[in-house]
């Protein structure tokens, strides 16, 4: 139990298909976070959000969308997806965005785009 | 761009066996450094960190690394692996003014019993 949940845990999806994936933290964090986790890459920092604003977007391609609705809650749509997007899509919080904190991380979203 | 290597991308031992992981990252002010652990279908979770102070760090499992500055290296140590260390180490950085985490590739430990 890491406090940080996500869901769903799998997903199998069409290129052409639409769907969200879910992240909810229960730790009182006011930073939430999405990476990318692809084979043999390191993790990618993809958005990041600091009490519901989103403080940084790197570069990441406009079929990712993503929402943060409250501090607790944060959202990644995704839309006319590729597939080199398949990957494990993973969450993670802190307590600020700046400052020293280490990260709490949820078990992630494996995405499989046929 | 700030970075983070990890030298070894996979390794095996035995148990027993002592361990250390390289890391390395590149210059950029101030950083914190962690290093995370993802145990086979768990999620990553926090192993150490280091911000100031004593440059040996002490973490769960008995585990250590030390921050030497001037070679910007902050590896891990274990002086005795288990088979249930067998996971995915990755070594990370962290800006302090940025807040912008950057990971390095991570290295697979696997421990023979």
């Known amino acids: 139990e890491t406090g940080v949940t996500q869901t769903p845990r799998h997903l199998v999806m069409g290129m052409t298909n639409k769907k969200s994936l879910k992240c909810e933290q229960h730790?009182?964090?006011?930073?939430m976070y999405w990476y990318k986790q692809s084979a043999k890459k390191p993790l990618e920092l993809m958005f990041v959000?600091?009490?519901?604003?989103?403080?940084e977007n790197n570069s990441v391609p406009s079929r990712f969308s993503p929402e943060c609705p409250n501090s607790s809650h944060l959202f990644l749509h995704l839309h006319t997806l590729q597939p080199e997007d398949s990957a494990l899509y993973l969450c993670?919080?802190?307590?600020?965005?700046?400052?020293?904190?280490?990260?709490?991380f949820g078990d992630g979203t494996r995405l499989s785009i046929l | 761009a700030q970075s983070v290597s990890q030298h070894n991308h996979h390794v095996i031992l035995s148990e027993a066996a002592s361990l250390e992981l390289g890391c390395n990252y590149s210059?950029?002010?101030?950083?914190?450094l962690f290093w995370y652990v993802q145990y086979p279908g768990q999620h990553l979770q926090l192993l150490l960190k280091?911000?100031?102070?004593?440059?040996l760090v002490k973490g769960i499992k008995g585990f250590e690394a030390e921050f030497i500055k001037s070679k910007f290296s902050f590896n891990l140590r274990k002086p005795s692996v288990q088979w249930s260390d067998t996971a995915e180490y990755f070594c990370?950085?962290?800006?302090?003014?940025?807040?912008?985490?950057?990971f390095g590739d991570g290295t697979t430990l696997t421990v023979k019993p």
């Open positions: 210059y950029g002010g101030t950083v914190n």
């Open positions: 959000y600091s009490l519901e604003e989103r403080v």
């Open positions: 280091y911000f100031s102070g004593d440059p």
């Open positions: 993670a919080s802190s307590q600020v965005v700046r400052g020293n904190q280490p990260q709490h």
């Open positions: 730790l009182g964090h006011n930073a």
């Open positions: 990370a950085r962290r800006d302090t003014n940025a807040g912008k985490s950057t």
